[in-house]
Each structure stands twice: as C-alpha cells, then as structure tokens.
C-alpha cells in the first residue's frame, strides 16, 4: 500500500451530490486532456519544449507523473448506486477514497512544484473535482462514461470515483497503486499544459489531421511516464512516505488495462491500430515503468523515433 502523507492547502473539490455540478476531461479522449504539436510540424519540437524547461535544472532528479479510454466505446457501468455525498444522516461510503484523493493531489502537486522551482520554472497548481454522474466544465460536460480527464481550459482534473470500482471489477486493476497511476496520469497531462506541450500537438494535429491519432498516442504515454516519475520520487522518498512491494506491479496492471487493443477486446470490437489514441497495453506499460525506472523526465521524449 502507497504510503502518503497529509499536506496543508491540498486542491480537491468535491461536487458529489451536487446534482450534476458545474466543472471538465479524459482517460480517454474528448474535449479534456489536451490534444494537439510544434508550430511548423514535426515531432521532434516537443522535446526543445522539455529540453529549455528542464534540462537546466533537476526535473527527474527524483520524482514525478500523470489517463485515457475511448468514450465511445462506454466501458464503465452504472455505478454502485450509494447515497450521494453528504446526504443527511447518511455516512460517506467514500470517505477513506477521498482522504486518499487528498493527500494523492498533495503528493503530485508538491512534487512538480519543486521540481518546476529546481528548473527556475514556476509550477501553476491544478485542481482534482470529485463528481458523480456528470459535471459541467470548460470542456463541455463531463460523465462517467467519459472516465477520469484533465481540461487544458480549465487546468482541472475530473473523476468519478466510480471509475475505480470499475477499473477493479471490469477491467482487473486493483489496488490503491492503481488509482495513484490514474491520478498521476490526469496531472502528467496538467504538465503537458503548463509546459504547452499540448498545445504544440493540437497544433500539429490541425496541421496533419492524418498523424492526429499517432500524436494523441505519443501525448498519452509522456503522461503514463509523467506519473511513472512520480511513482520513483515516492519510493525513494524516507520517511512515512514509500510504496509496499507489489505496488508498482498494480500500477503496470492499470497502464495495461486501458490500452487500446484491451479496450477493444474488452468491448468486443476488433483490434483496430489506426484507431489508437491512448497507446496499447504494452505500451503503456513500457512508458510508466521507463518513468518509474529512470525517475527522469527527459526520459520521457516520446516524440522521438518510436514506440
């Protein structure tokens, strides 16, 4: 079990039992989550964006990282039908998860803003909203259909917390590691963001509609390695923080559950690899444990040669 500790001034926003909210994403595709190059083409700009930002100071010298399923194919349930969020009388069944949201969005933030600072670069904090069944956001509405996702508009990350009992029971990703990755997932794309990484590819996406999949795909997998940076901050960390053996192994287990071909073949349509636009199991995989292993994001080029 991945041990965090609780920090003041955390960010989390809980809209469930608001009726439908106001706030929007993806761990898939959609308005949220950012997609879009370097002005000009070519994928190799996104790494002059790394490079300025990071190679002058220490990002990956020790932490850091940050989903996606396709909306249209509609993996997720109906929910557990639980009583709303503070309904009078009435406990929250969630109550352990969104202290673990908490003290998650303090871990993440606080490690990119140190590591933004090491860069002589200022970090701008996002927000993580907590919702159930659908929130209103910058990006249009959000629903747990859409699964969890970040909005560049609104610099916020949104999840349905029964998304987790979904990545669980439907997709065979347990575990609290799991839903670390997710979370970390969503705020690699909030990096992106800040960096204007993604930006730079919706740009090229417009530029080339025919490389827009291939260049989602390689803006996915820099967040899968975004959170596998982090993930290698939280183990070499002392103290009352650190990850339990087995943990790492739930966080490859979730990056593997939401590829593409595993969405496919869990919604019973053929594997179809022009299609992707999250990156396959394999990898997803890959690009997590590649963060996790270096603990570097310059290592987390995946605009470079191939996959």
Same mark, same amino acid.
């Given at each position: 079990?991945?041990?965090?500790?609780?920090?003041?001034?955390?960010?989390?926003?809980?809209?469930?039992?608001?009726?439908?909210?106001?706030?929007?994403?993806?761990?898939?595709?959609?308005?949220?989550?950012?997609?879009?190059?370097?002005?000009?083409?070519?994928?190799?700009?996104?790494?002059?964006?790394?490079?300025?930002?990071?190679?002058?100071?220490?990002?990956?010298?020790?932490?850091?990282?940050?989903?996606?399923?396709? /909306?249209?194919?509609?993996?997720?349930?109906?929910? $557990?039908?639980?009583?709303?969020?503070?309904?009078?009388?009435?406990?929250? /069944?969630?109550?352990?998860?969104?202290?673990?949201?908490?003290?998650?969005?303090?871990?993440?933030?606080?490690?990119?803003?140190?590591?933004?600072?090491?860069?002589?670069?200022?970090?701008?904090? $996002?927000?993580?909203?907590?919702?159930?069944?659908?929130?209103?956001?910058?990006?249009?509405?959000?629903?747990?259909?859409?699964?969890?996702?970040?909005?560049?508009?609104?610099?916020?990350?949104?999840?349905?917390?029964?998304?987790?009992?979904?990545?669980?029971?439907?997709?065979?990703?347990?575990?609290?590691?799991?839903?670390?990755?997710?979370?970390?997932?969503?705020?690699?794309?909030?990096?992106?963001?800040?960096?204007?990484?993604?930006?730079?590819?919706?740009?090229?996406?417009?530029?080339? /509609?025919?490389?827009?999949?291939?260049?989602?795909?390689?803006?996915?997998?820099?967040?899968?390695?975004?959170?596998?940076?982090?993930?290698?901050?939280?183990?070499?960390?002392?103290?009352?923080?650190?990850?339990? /053996?087995?943990?790492?192994?739930?966080?490859?287990?979730?990056?593997?559950?939401?590829?593409?071909?595993?969405?496919?073949?869990?919604?019973?349509?053929?594997?179809?690899?022009?299609?992707?636009?999250?990156?396959?199991?394999?990898?997803?995989? $890959?690009?997590?444990?590649?963060?996790?292993?270096?603990?570097?994001?310059?290592?987390?080029? $995946?605009?470079?040669?191939?996959?």
């Amino acid at each position: 079990m991945v041990r965090l500790r609780r920090r003041a001034g955390t960010r989390v926003e809980d809209r469930r039992g608001a009726g439908g909210g106001f706030g929007g994403g993806g761990f898939g595709g959609g308005g949220g989550r950012g997609l879009g190059l370097p002005v000009g083409g070519g994928i190799g700009g996104i790494l002059v964006v790394l490079l300025v930002v990071f190679l002058g100071g220490n990002l990956g010298g020790g932490g850091g990282g940050g989903t996606a399923i396709d /909306p249209g194919l509609d993996p997720f349930g109906q929910g $557990t039908g639980a009583a709303p969020a503070g309904a009078p009388g009435v406990p929250d /069944p969630d109550a352990e998860l969104v202290d673990y949201m908490d003290r998650l969005d303090g871990s993440l933030q606080e490690f990119w803003a140190a590591e933004f600072a090491a860069a002589g670069q200022q970090y701008q904090p $996002t927000t993580l909203v907590l919702f159930e069944g659908q929130t209103q956001t910058a990006c249009g509405t959000g629903t747990e259909a859409t699964g969890p996702f970040y909005c560049p508009a609104d610099q916020q990350a949104y999840i349905d917390l029964d998304f987790f009992r979904e990545l669980r029971s439907r997709f065979g990703a347990p575990g609290d590691f799991a839903q670390a990755y997710v979370i970390a997932h969503e705020y690699g794309h909030h990096v992106q963001n800040v960096l204007g990484v993604s930006s730079q590819v919706r740009q090229a996406q417009q530029s080339d /509609p025919d490389a827009a999949n291939e260049l989602s795909v390689r803006l996915e997998l820099q967040a899968d390695c975004f959170a596998g940076v982090w993930a290698h901050a939280v183990n070499e960390s002392e103290g009352a923080e650190g990850l339990d /053996p087995g943990d790492v192994e739930e966080g490859l287990a979730a990056a593997s559950a939401v590829g593409d071909d595993r969405i496919q073949q869990q919604a019973g349509v053929e594997v179809d690899r022009e299609s992707w636009t999250h990156g396959s199991a394999e990898q997803r995989s $890959t690009w997590f444990r590649r963060g996790f292993d270096g603990g570097d994001v310059n290592a987390c080029d $995946t605009f470079q040669g191939g996959l």
